[in-house]
């Protein structure tokens, strides 16, 4: 029996994220309903076979907006992930591999930020550079990048002083084609894992922008904006905000799970 399979958490949580990304290529395939279409005459039912979710305040198919509504979280999340790696890649082969000078600057840059909590840095990137999806996925990543950067400037040290690269070094081989054959390739491994984790904290901050206006603007579907659309009709239409914010946790649970048993894998312990 494989390690996976005596583990059916981290199985289910795999499942789940594949449901889940397949619901955000192809929301097409698990309903036909539009999910910007108004019925005022439908206004606010609860779940039934009709509205497996429920309506909102305009008649809208809920569970069609979280349908619909998975791609542009998703996919905003995604998107602020892959910046803030890569932002995290550049920032720490400066330091690891740029001289003592380069070190102290840039790692003392990275505490100032670190120093902010990361949704209040987000925020004032927003602040700065103006609401939009566009935006909110720069903002997240920035508040992410010092966490990455970190990483990979310890992963590029160690990497630097091992016999490979010093023998490398020695033959003479240039220094970018030493930083791209030897050292990024063997810095990346922990970057990646802690990127799987890093999605869920990505879509939690990207959400909550979301949520005060700054992201996906309404009448489109995005989970964090349908909480927000939802929250003054939690006494009367629980529904409305109940089911986006069900599907918002069940995502950050999966990818917690999953992301906890790649970091434990790549530490070379077996998860409990």
Avoid: C
Wanted: proline content about 6%; overall charge positive.
């Amino acid at each position: 029996m494989t390690g996976l399979a005596r583990r059916p958490v981290i199985v289910v949580a795999g499942v789940v994220l594949a449901l889940f990304a397949l619901v955000a290529i192809a929301p097409g395939l698990f309903t036909g309903a539009s999910p910007t279409g108004t019925d005022l005459s439908a206004a606010l039912q609860g779940p039934s076979g009709a509205h497996w979710f429920g309506t909102d305040q305009l008649g809208r198919d809920i569970f069609a907006r979280v349908v619909y509504g998975s791609r542009p979280a998703l996919l905003l999340a995604l998107s602020a992930t892959v910046l803030a790696v890569l932002g995290g890649i550049v920032v720490g082969l400066t330091a690891g591999l740029g001289g003592r000078g380069a070190d102290q600057i840039t790692m003392r840059l990275a505490d100032v930020f670190l120093a902010l909590p990361p949704l209040l840095l987000a925020l004032l990137v927003v602040a700065v550079m103006g609401a939009g999806t566009g935006t909110v996925a720069f903002a997240v990543a920035t508040a992410l990048i010092p966490a990455y950067g970190r990483v990979v400037r310890a992963e590029a040290k160690v990497v630097r002083r091992s016999g490979y690269v010093e023998a490398a070094v020695g033959l003479g081989l240039p220094r970018p084609l030493l930083i791209v054959r030897h050292i990024l390739p063997n810095s990346l491994g922990p970057v990646l894992t802690l990127a799987t984790v890093g999605f869920g904290t990505a879509l939690l901050y990207s959400s909550v922008l979301s949520f005060l206006g700054l992201g996906t603007k309404p009448p489109d579907p995005e989970w964090g904006s349908m909480l927000s659309e939802g929250r003054d009709f939690l006494a009367t239409a629980w529904w409305i905000a109940i089911f986006p914010g069900a599907a918002l946790t069940l995502v950050v649970i999966a990818v917690n799970v999953v992301g906890g048993y790649a970091r434990a894998r790549f530490a070379g312990r077996t998860p409990q």
